[in-house]
């Protein structure tokens, strides 16, 4: 039994897949809320299931990139569960997962781009080919130094439609894909750290200056 989660986008997403296929997924009604709503979605996806944690095999996270904020909840609560069940932790990457899905549901036929809201009016970006395999980034840039007229999956092309202005669905990363995207070994595999392509927003202070 796999427990995968997501927490790169400003919803929350939970599934669990029973090696099978997904058998439950949930995904949060409130944005930018990753703290207060990934513990109990993971509990209400149990519950759903009829399982509790010790009946887990594997824990999957989505690794970004995304927000320094979101990306931090999901995957130390990735780790610590790990840890505390003695369960292996599986980390890919959120822009695969939607490449995986829209291949997956042939949303695209040749190949495409994935832009996801990457704030401070940027996105990040990657290339992939018709099977959803990554040939280039993921980067983060400006949409207009990144545009593109064929077709891109995610939210960059709702948020910048001069840009990408051949948009497809999915938008957000989906966690029932996140975990087929590991039991399937869809995408790479990557150890839960996060991917992050710029420095966070809040740093420690710099140490004062020795006064000579």
Do not use: N
């Amino acid at each position: 039994m796999l427990l995968a989660f997501d927490t790169s986008s400003p919803t929350v997403a939970v599934a669990v897949h029973d090696g099978t296929d997904v058998v439950t997924e949930h995904t949060s009604e409130r944005q930018m809320k990753h703290g207060e709503q990934l513990a109990p979605l993971i509990e209400t996806a149990l519950a759903s299931a009829g399982l509790v944690r010790q009946d887990l095999t594997a824990i999957g996270v989505g690794v970004g990139p995304g927000p320094f904020t979101g990306l931090r909840v999901g995957l130390v609560t990735a780790r610590t569960l790990g840890h505390v069940l003695e369960l292996p932790v599986y980390g890919v990457c959120s822009l695969d997962v939607l490449a995986v899905e829209a291949a997956a549901l042939r949303a695209v036929d040749g190949e495409f781009a994935v832009a996801s809201d990457a704030r401070r009016k940027e996105v990040y970006f990657a290339t992939y080919d018709v099977q959803g395999r990554r040939l280039t980034g993921p980067i983060v840039g400006k949409p207009a130094a990144l545009a593109s007229d064929g077709v891109v999956v995610g939210e960059g092309p709702s948020l910048y439609p001069d840009a990408f202005v051949h948009g497809v669905r999915p938008h957000r990363p989906s966690a029932g894909w996140l975990a087929r995207t590991i039991a399937e070994e869809l995408a790479e595999l990557r150890d839960p750290e996060p991917l992050y392509l710029r420095r966070p927003d809040a740093e420690a202070a710099h140490p004062p200056k020795r006064v000579s």
